[in-house]
Every structure is written in C-alpha cells, then in structure tokens.
C-alpha cells in the first residue's frame, strides 16, 4: 500500500537551501540526502557541468561568466527543471538558488510551483570569512576584501528572497553556528515532521 502511495505521488517536494559562502549548506545537503532521500541539486554544479559538456548551451554559460555577467535566471532554472523532470525521485533540495528575485520569479514560472520549505543558514560574518578562509586555502578568491564584497552582495540579493517566503511562512532559520551533528539536529525536526504529514495525507 506504502508502495502504491509513494507512486502516486506525482507532485514534487522541493527545497530550497540558502546560506553564505561559508554558511555550511553544502555539508548539511549532505546530511539531508543520506538521512532522509532527497536529491541533492546545486546551481553552480549544474552550470560547471554544462560548460564542461562543451554544448551549446555550456559555451554560452562560459561566455557569459568570462564576461562578467550572470547567468541568466531562465538558464540556471531549466537546468534545474531538466534534471528534476529527468529524476525519478520526487524530493529535491535545491542549493543556493534562488539568489534574487528575478531567480525566484523566473523559477515560479517556469516550473510552474514554489518550495514547499526553505531553509536559510544564518552564520554571524565573521564566522562565514573565517570559514571561507580555512577552506579556500591557495585559493585566489580568498582575500578578506572579496569574500565581505561576496557576502555583501548575497545580503543584498537573497533578504528579499528570505523575507518573500517568511511572509508566507515557509522559511525555517536555522543556527549554522556550532558542529555539524549540533546544526543538524535542528535541520532533522523539519523534515521529519514533513515526512509524517505525507504519510497521513
């Protein structure tokens, strides 16, 4: 019966996963994904490997970034749109995207739905530099200058993306100070509880 449940379920359970470089949303994805199946989605993977493919599409994303420009929001969106159609898996963490709200638009109207949950890593900045720093080692990227100009602009771009969706109640902050275990054990909760609503309805 369980079986035939998960079958019908047809629409999606998206995700949406935002935080600054440094905030640590890559690894609790991780921890996401292991504890309870979702498919693990990042914006700039997508992008990074459809430049490598060298198609058409991908030469056009690497002139676009040469130049100095962003990506088009509906670029970024179909990518991700062709691989949650193309996946047979039903639960998606999207990360670190939307960025803005021209990416959140474009993504409402293409796919055509909102997330059902968005979580949003708040680190203190001096904790994310730091944490960028120790990452980043080599690294040309990795002066203090550019990383506050980085966390600036994500500032800038993503409030009025978190306070769009905490209107309508469906952003969860989460603590990302402290272990990975500690951080995730406010994560947990979430999507247990979302669990146990799909398995009533």
């Given at each position: 019966?369980?079986?035939?449940?998960?079958?019908?379920?047809?629409?999606?359970?998206?995700?949406?996963?935002?935080?600054?470089?440094?905030?640590?949303k890559g690894t609790q994805c991780a921890k996401i994904v292991e504890t309870f199946g979702f498919k693990h989605l990042s914006a700039g993977d997508l992008l990074r490997r459809e430049i490598a493919s060298k198609s058409e599409y991908g030469s056009m994303i690497l002139n676009t970034i040469r130049e100095g420009k962003i990506?088009?929001?509906?670029?970024t969106v179909k990518l991700i749109q062709k691989e949650m159609e193309s996946s047979d898996n039903k639960k998606f963490l999207i990360d670190g995207f939307p960025r803005s709200e021209e990416n959140r638009m474009a993504f409402e109207k293409i796919v055509g739905t909102e997330?059902?949950?968005?979580?949003?890593?708040?680190?203190?900045?001096?904790?994310?530099?730091?944490?960028?720093?120790?990452?980043?080692?080599?690294?040309v990227d990795d002066n203090?200058?550019?990383?506050?100009?980085?966390?600036?602009?994500?500032?800038?771009?993503?409030?009025?993306?978190?306070?769009?969706?905490?209107?309508k109640g469906k952003v969860f902050k989460i603590n990302a100070v402290g272990t990975v275990d500690e951080i995730f054990e406010q994560v947990l909760p979430i999507f247990a509880a979302c669990?146990?609503?799909?398995q009533v309805a």
């Open positions: 019966m369980e079986r035939f449940l998960l079958q019908e379920q047809t629409e999606p359970f998206i995700t949406f996963v935002l935080g600054g470089p440094g905030s640590g990506v088009p929001s509906q670029v997330p059902n949950v968005v979580l949003f890593f708040e680190c203190p900045e001096a904790e994310m530099v730091k944490r960028v720093l120790d990452r980043n080692e080599g690294r203090i200058d550019t990383i506050k100009k980085r966390l600036k602009v994500f500032e800038e771009l993503n409030l009025p993306v978190i306070n769009y969706y905490s209107e669990e146990a609503i799909k």
